[in-house]
């Protein structure tokens, strides 16, 4: 019975010990293997379609004559119902 509990401390004592070292071995692996974070970028201004008046970010509209688009669908509708003066 001694002899058992003395190998039960044994192994508590090197997972223990051993522990330790695995999460730094894992740190650092994870570190080496994952990409740096992107700065974070700046919000786009928020701009309305004048078609349908949907608001989204000035990146993802489609620029056209009459202002930011939601898609090329209204933009054509909207330079086909006012020509340029």
Known sequence: MKFLI???VV???LWLIGLPGRRLR???DAQRRT???APPT???DIVACPQCG????RGEAVPGRGGYFCCDTHRGVHER???PA
């Open 81 to 83: 119902a006012h020509p």
């Open 11 to 13: 192994v508590a004592v």
């Open 35 to 37: 990409p740096p974070a």
């Open 42 to 44: 700046l919000q786009d």
């Open 54 to 57: 949907l608001h989204l970010p």
């Open 6 to 8: 003395v190998l039960l």
């Open 26 to 28: 894992g740190r650092g």
